[in-house]
């Protein structure tokens, strides 16, 4: 089973750096296929913690490839910080760093633009790492590459033209416009900086797969952030689906061999946009208290709720999930009970499919079965069968109810606390 994709199946922060860390101990290549540093993957080894917006999570393994693919809008900036954080760990000694030439870069304006339209109004509560922009620059075909850093008086061409474009957007939002040869000179400095990681992602992908060599594709954000299967227009600017895997790697959809979705044993979001199933009571501030629910990139408070059957089935059917990997089950511990909602009302009616729409989501009727709750230790037992029998039970109702089988459950944050169920590769 040589290639194996790890996909968020909520609102993100479900825990994928903490899985992909575990299933990279048997990567040879692993791989972020697309969104920037919005995302934040936090990987605990020991009680050390690392936090990675841009470099896959399979770093911490000597000798694993980490790819950042075609389908990312990097940051050079937080790029160049990341590796030298590595590096300063002793990690990517050999280094072991592909960055796709075909990557979009994000510049300081795109930054700029999303500030000021989220101060504005209508906030779609972005991280502010200027995802949204790099993005629209990419689809209007006017973006910067990470190939072009090579190529300066390209990249200055390309920084006029949009500059020239964006100067009266960024007046209409009282932004100062950026001065053109300190964005270019700061561009071409920083893509010095990295450009012995620099080549063609895609090929190298292709290649290790032809080789039969493991490779992993790091999902970032979730399922229900997808820009088009996720509540629209509450949702980042990518594809962080599995096809995602395929179109932002830069190899063909028959290349994937198994879908793994994290999934969280309850539910969070950060930003905007409707959450069925969100507690704005103390049983939220519990949960968020229990599962430490702030984020890793913006530190944000995450909204908390119960777990959502129908997003997760809507998850796994836009993912074609082989089975869900679930986290932070030693969070829902000491509860007397476990609501979780296995279904939706909407105008008195029971509904067949995820809402289209984010308004009719906002106004659904989330129906809940409630689970006996547990007491008694889940992390350091030996066996999956040593965890309390309730909390047992809770996990074959959720696999039931979604449809899946469940890969690993995860008690804790360290890779140590973790039960496999089933092998991913
Ligand atoms: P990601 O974005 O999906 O990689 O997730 P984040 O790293 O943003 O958020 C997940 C948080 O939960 C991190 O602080 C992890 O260390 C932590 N975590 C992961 N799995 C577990 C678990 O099973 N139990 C507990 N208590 N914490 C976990
Ligand atoms: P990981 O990979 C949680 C959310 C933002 C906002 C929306 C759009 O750590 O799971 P953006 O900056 O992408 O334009 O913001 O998406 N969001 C995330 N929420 N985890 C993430 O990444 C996220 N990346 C983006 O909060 O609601
Ligand atoms: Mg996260």
Redesign the pocket.
């Known amino acids: 089973m040589p290639s194996l994709v790890v996909v968020?199946a909520q609102?993100?922060?479900?825990g994928?750096g903490k899985v992909v860390d575990l299933y990279a101990e048997s990567a040879d290549v692993v791989v972020r296929y697309g969104?920037g540093a919005?995302?934040?993957?936090t990987l605990v080894i020991g009680g050390q913690q690392l936090i990675t917006h841009l470099i896959p999570s399979g770093v911490l393994h000597a000798g694993t490839h980490c790819v950042l693919g075609d389908g990312m809008v990097i940051d050079l900036n937080t790029l160049v910080d990341e590796i030298a954080e590595c590096k300063a760990r002793g990690l990517l000694a050999g280094d072991e760093l592909l960055i796709a030439d075909r990557a979009h870069v994000i510049l300081p304006y795109h930054k700029r633009l999303e500030a000021a339209r989220e101060r504005r109004g209508g906030a779609?509560?972005?991280?502010?790492?200027g995802?949204?922009p790099a993005y629209e620059a990419k689809a209007a075909r006017r973006g910067v590459r990470v190939g072009d850093l090579a190529r300066p008086a390209k990249l200055r061409a390309l920084v006029e033209q949009n500059l020239d474009e964006l100067r009266p957007l960024l007046a209409h939002y009282g932004e100062p416009a950026p001065d053109i040869d300190a964005v270019v000179d700061e561009a071409l400095a920083l893509g010095e900086s990295i450009s012995r990681y620099v080549g063609v992602a895609g090929a190298f992908v292709d290649r290790a797969l032809a080789d039969g060599r493991n490779v992993l594709f790091e999902g970032?954000?979730?399922a229900l952030?997808d820009l088009d299967h996720g509540t629209y227009p509450?949702?980042?600017?990518s594809t962080t689906t599995a096809a995602g895997a395929a179109a932002g790697a830069g190899i063909g959809p028959t290349r994937i061999d198994r879908v793994v979705g994290i999934a969280k044993a309850y539910t969070t979001r950060?930003?905007?946009?409707p959450f069925p199933t969100e507690l704005d009571d103390e049983a939220g501030a519990a949960l968020r208290q229990a599962g430490g629910e702030y984020?890793?990139?913006t530190g944000r408070p995450r909204r908390c709720g119960w777990l959502d059957i129908p997003a997760l089935r809507h998850a796994v059917r836009i993912n074609g999930m082989d089975g869900i990997a679930l986290t932070k089950l030693d969070v829902l511990c000491g509860l007397p009970e476990v609501p979780v909602c296995v279904a939706y009302e909407l105008d008195g009616r029971e509904l067949d499919e995820f809402p289209s729409d984010a308004e009719d989501l906002a106004r659904v009727t989330p129906r809940y079965e409630r689970f006996a709750g547990w007491t008694g230790a889940t992390r350091g037992v030996g066996s999956y069968d040593d965890l309390p029998a309730a909390a047992r039970a809770y996990v074959a109702a959720v696999a039931q109810r979604v449809g899946v089988d469940v890969y690993l459950v995860s008690v804790g944050p360290d890779r140590h606390d973790t039960f496999t169920l089933r092998d991913a590769f």
């Open positions: 968020g609102w993100g922060d479900e994928k969104g919005n995302a934040g993957h779609i509560g972005t991280t502010l790492r995802i949204g970032a954000q979730g952030l509450y949702v980042t600017s950060v930003g905007g946009g984020g890793a990139t």
